[in-house]
């Protein structure tokens, strides 16, 4: 497995100043964040992002922050899929390999849910995984323990195993994981070819029915049983990135740097029995 860091673990740092904050904390990966990527542009159209992480050898490997593609319609599904298509063109830009895309919320959808939305929302899935796959980018399906059409593991593996593309997969965010229906054995038997991608965080203290983004904290600073839970996914095959991803505001008012450098470290310790040394991973001996 290879160490990725998520911007929103460092959401109030300037845009700009991420790169070398990550670089100084150890880390060579970053899963941006679309809100902050696409404010940044905003401020400056002409920036050029991928110039900026290159020069801190950091690379874009992944996106999260996309929503609404399973069930929306009418005007509101277009201006969606709008916004899908040129994020794709932005993210091959950039060389970004994987999109992280978040299950219908209940504000999103609005209504209850019936049987044959899971079927919708698997023909969905398969169609922005082949809209993507020319833009040499791969679907991450993430289910939120709140969402109403996908709120778990299994859930999830049953929907990109019905979308009808291989360039779909599941994104593994341990927090809905943990505070949602999914259970340990759920990572049992699953292929790691299904994983897309892996975000780590933890939770102290706090009930799972209570739990919420903001109570996120740096793994091993909680209460998950992570090394039961990494272990399981190494079990499955999965060599691909896990993302640290802790969206907690007192944290965001911490040094960008030393939440990096304490956020590396914390990382590396879960997953140190199964990490890929980093000159295997850049092509090295």
């Not at 790169?19 to 970053?30: C, K, L, N, Q, T």
């Not at 398969?126 to 991450?140: D, H, N, Q, Y």
């Not at 295997?280 to 001996?285: A, L, M, N, T």
Request: hydrophobic share 40%.
């Amino acid at each position: 497995m290879k160490t990725c860091i998520s911007q929103v673990t460092t959401l109030n740092n300037p845009f700009v100043d991420d790169p070398s904050s990550y670089r100084g904390g150890g880390w060579d990966a970053v899963e941006l964040s679309l809100a902050k990527l696409e404010a940044y542009l905003q401020e400056d159209p002409g920036a050029d992002v991928g110039a900026l992480f290159e020069g801190q050898g950091i690379r874009p490997v992944a996106a999260s922050g996309q929503a609404g593609l399973l069930l929306s319609h009418g005007e509101a599904r277009t201006a969606f899929w709008d916004q899908y298509r040129r994020r794709l063109e932005r993210l091959q830009g950039l060389g970004v390999g994987t999109l992280i895309v978040a299950a219908d919320s209940s504000a999103q959808v609005k209504r209850t849910v019936v049987a044959e939305d899971l079927g919708r929302a698997a023909v969905a899935l398969g169609e922005a995984a082949e809209l993507a796959r020319p833009f040499g980018v791969r679907i991450a399906l993430e289910f939120q323990k709140s969402s109403p059409i996908c709120s778990s593991l299994e859930t999830a593996a049953a929907l990109v195993a019905q979308c009808g593309s291989e360039n779909a997969g599941v994104c593994l965010d341990v927090f809905h994981f943990q505070n949602g229906p999914s259970k340990l054995e759920d990572l049992d038997g699953l292929p790691g070819e299904l994983i897309a991608w892996v975000q780590l965080s933890d939770v102290s203290g706090t009930p799972r029915e209570l739990a919420e983004d903001a109570d996120r904290v740096l793994p091993g600073d909680g209460d998950y049983p992570l090394s039961a839970i990494v272990e399981r996914l190494a079990r499955t095959g999965y060599d691909g990135y896990v993302a640290l991803e802790v969206m907690n505001p007192h944290l965001w008012q911490v040094a960008a740097d030393r939440v990096a450098d304490l956020g590396h470290r914390a990382l590396t310790r879960v997953l140190e029995p199964w990490l890929v040394p980093p000159a295997i991973r850049e092509g090295g001996p």
